[in-house]
Structures are given as C-alpha cells and as structure tokens.
C-alpha cells in the first residue's frame, strides 16, 4: 500500500491532482500544505490544509511530494525549494491518461484525466498536461510549461519552460514556441513564436504590448 503524500497547493488545479490520486489509490493518506496563510486549517475535498512550508519542513519526512500549484513560475518555485530539502517529487497520472513507454517525464509533472503523450515525448520537471491533452511523437514541454485542457501538439513541437498553451488549442508539426509565452484558448499555432509573448487566434499572432 502506497504510504503518506504531500499535496503541496489547495487551490483549483489542487483538487484536480488529488481527484487523480485518489482515482489510483482511493485509501493513500494526504497531507496538504500551501504557503497563503489565509487557507491554513481550510478543508479541500475533505483534506485539512496542514501549514505552510515551515511545517513541511517539520512533519512526515518520508513523504513524497506532488505539485499542485496551477500558476507556472511558482510551480517551478516550489519545485526547486522542495529539491533543496531534499524532498522527493511524485509525478501524478490519472489512471485514464494515456502515457506511451517510450515518454520521459521530468519530476513533478502531472497528466490529467484522459491526458496522451506517445512516443518518445519529453516532458518537462513540473509540467502540466491538463485534461483531454494530447502530445505527440518527440514533442518536448520545457519545465513548469502547462498544457491546457483539450490541447493538440502535433509530432515534434517544441514548448518553452513555464509557457502555457490554453484550452483548445492545435499546434501543427514541428513548430517551436518559447519560454514564458502564452497561448490563448482556441488558437492555431502554424509558425514559431518568441519568447514571452502573448499570442492568440487563427492562425496565433502576437498581441500588441500594453
């Protein structure tokens, strides 16, 4: 029987990971810590939230760790403070995602229910392959990136660390987007795109700075 796990967040994309777990393994103990002091002692799916960091540092030692922290940036945040402790990461897959044996996953990634990726794909540390998505053949997902619900990367797409590509979007063959960009929901992605841009539409262009 799998032993304690941590479920380091409590907000939305928090529930959805402990949906997962618990989809696996309905009686595994979890402890949940978030470090915004106003959620502290609040219930999430029936799971009291325990403390901040500080009390990870100080309670159940052996655990693993899982992410559950939806924005990018603190994601990989945490990540890098959990790997400095010397805390072990749980990659979570739903039990209906789809995960070819040929995929590398980086720690701390998670993939959501009915989530593929075939084919010697590459997957980030900490990356999210939200629900419905589906990466193709040799895609590699930088660190901290997030797939969104009902995304379509096509063979050999490249994703940038801590981009996040939205709900509904397609990406054809062999297409590169950089690092800390983003896709809004329903675009169609037929040509590179930059770093730290903001792009949406059919086909995606950049949006004009604020």
């Known amino acids: 029987m799998p032993g304690e796990l941590v479920v380091f967040g409590s907000g939305g994309h928090a529930k959805v990971v402990i949906e997962a777990i618990r989809a696996r393994d309905p009686q595994r103990e979890i402890h949940i810590v978030d470090d915004r002091p106003d959620v502290i002692g609040r219930s999430v799916l029936g799971i009291s939230v325990a403390g901040a960091r500080e009390w990870l540092a100080k309670n159940v030692p052996g655990a693993p760790v899982a992410l559950g922290i939806g924005d990018n940036r603190a994601r990989l945040e945490v990540l890098d403070w959990l790997v400095s402790q010397g805390r072990s990461l749980e990659t979570i897959v739903h039990p209906s995602a789809v995960v070819g044996a040929t995929v590398e996953i980086g720690a701390g990634s998670f993939f959501s229910a009915g989530a593929i990726a075939i084919a010697e794909a590459k997957i980030g540390r900490g990356a999210i392959i939200n629900t419905g998505a589906s990466v193709d053949h040799d895609c590699v997902i930088g660190d901290g990136a997030h797939i969104g619900p009902g995304v379509r990367l096509c063979g050999n797409v490249k994703i940038g660390a801590?981009?996040?590509?939205?709900?509904?979007s397609s990406?054809?063959?062999?297409?590169?987007?950089?690092?800390?960009?983003?896709?809004?929901?329903?675009?169609?992605?037929?040509?590179?795109?930059?770093?730290?841009?903001?792009?949406c539409g059919c086909p995606a262009r950049a949006l004009p700075s604020a």
């Open 171 to 199: 990406v054809r063959p062999g297409i590169g987007i950089g690092a800390d960009a983003v896709v809004g929901a329903g675009s169609a992605v037929v040509s590179d795109l930059a770093d730290g841009g903001t792009y």
């Open 162 to 168: 801590r981009t996040l590509i939205g709900v509904g």
